[in-house]
T-cell receptor, first 112, second 116 residues
Framework: EDQVTQSPEALRLQEGESSSLNCSYT??????LFWYRQDPGKGPEFLFT???AGEEKEKERLKATLTKKESFLHITAPKPEDSATYLC?????????????FGAGTRLAVHP | DGGITQSPKYLFRKEGQNVTLSCEQN?????MYWYRQDPGQGLRLIYY???????QKGDIAEGYSVSREKKESFPLTVTSAQKNPTAFYLC???????????????FGEGSRLTVL
C-alpha cells in the first residue's frame, strides 16, 4: 500500500538550532516528491520538487534532499518565522492521473 | 495579483443541510482540486478536474459533489450524505500536464466547515 510517513510529528527548536525533518515513503512508480509549508489556518505553499535520488534543492535556510526511500528537509539556523507545518507529498501515476499522496506533516516551532 | 480565492472562510451548518464552498482562480490553470484536511492526517483528495466540464472522483468523494462550468470556478457542495463533514477544505489549482498535475499546486486559504 502506498504510504507517506513524516517524522517527527512535532519539533521544537531554539532559534539557530539546526535540524532535519524526515519524509519516508513506500510508493511504486515515484514521479516526484514535493515539500510544502503550511501556516496555521492557511493553505499550503509550495517549496520544492525533487525528482530523482541524489537531487538537492535549496531556498534560504531550507535544503531538501532525496534518496530512494526518503527525503529530508534540513533547516539551518532557523528563525521564529520558520515556524509552520511542513508537508511532504509524493506523486505517482494512478488511473492515468498524476496522483499526490500527502503525509500528515511535521509541526515546527522555533523559539527565540 | 493572481491566486485562488475560497469563500466563505468559516461556515457553520446544521445536520441535514447542504452547503456549497466557492473556489475561484485567476491563474489560468487548467486543473483544479478539492482536498480535505483533518488533524493528524494528510490531505485527502475529494474531487479533481483537469478541464472544463469534466471532473473525476478522488479518494473520498462520497457525500460531495462538484461542477466545472467555467475554467476559473470549481465549487464544492457538501451534501447531507457526508457523515462527518466537519473539516478544513482546501481548493487548489495547477498547470495541467498530459496526465494532470505537475505536482506544484497553488492552494487557496481554505474554508473551515463546522457541523452543529
Amino acid at each position: 500500500e502506498d504510504q507517506v510517513t513524516q517524522s517527527p510529528e512535532a519539533l521544537r527548536l531554539q532559534e539557530g538550532e539546526s535540524s532535519s525533518l524526515n519524509c519516508s515513503y513506500t510508493v511504486s512508480g515515484l514521479r516526484g516528491l514535493f515539500w510544502y509549508r503550511q501556516d496555521p489556518g492557511k493553505g499550503p505553499e509550495f517549496l520544492f520538487t525533487l525528482y530523482s535520488a541524489g537531487e538537492e534543492k535549496e531556498k534560504e535556510r531550507l535544503k531538501a534532499t532525496l534518496t530512494k526511500k526518503e527525503s529530508f528537509l534540513h533547516i539551518t539556523a532557523p528563525k521564529p518565522e520558520d515556524s509552520a507545518t511542513y508537508l511532504c507529498a509524493v506523486q505517482k501515476l494512478s488511473g492515468g492521473y498524476n496522483k499526490l499522496i500527502f503525509g500528515a506533516g511535521t509541526r515546527l516551532a522555533v523559539h527565540p | 495579483d493572481g491566486g485562488i480565492t475560497q469563500s466563505p472562510k468559516y461556515l457553520f451548518r446544521k445536520e441535514g443541510q447542504n452547503v456549497t464552498l466557492s473556489c475561484e482562480q485567476n491563474l489560468n490553470h487548467d486543473a483544479m482540486y478539492w482536498y480535505r484536511q483533518d488533524p493528524g492526517q494528510g490531505l485527502r483528495l475529494i474531487y479533481y478536474s483537469q478541464i472544463v466540464n469534466d471532473f473525476q472522483k478522488g479518494d473520498i468523494a462520497e457525500g460531495y459533489s462538484v461542477s466545472r462550468e467555467k475554467k476559473e470556478s470549481f465549487p464544492l457542495t457538501v451534501t447531507s450524505a457526508q457523515k462527518n463533514p466537519t473539516a478544513f477544505y482546501l481548493c487548489a489549482s495547477s498547470i495541467g500536464g498530459k496526465r494532470g498535475s505537475t505536482g506544484e499546486l497553488f492552494f487557496g486559504e481554505g474554508s473551515r466547515l463546522t457541523v452543529l
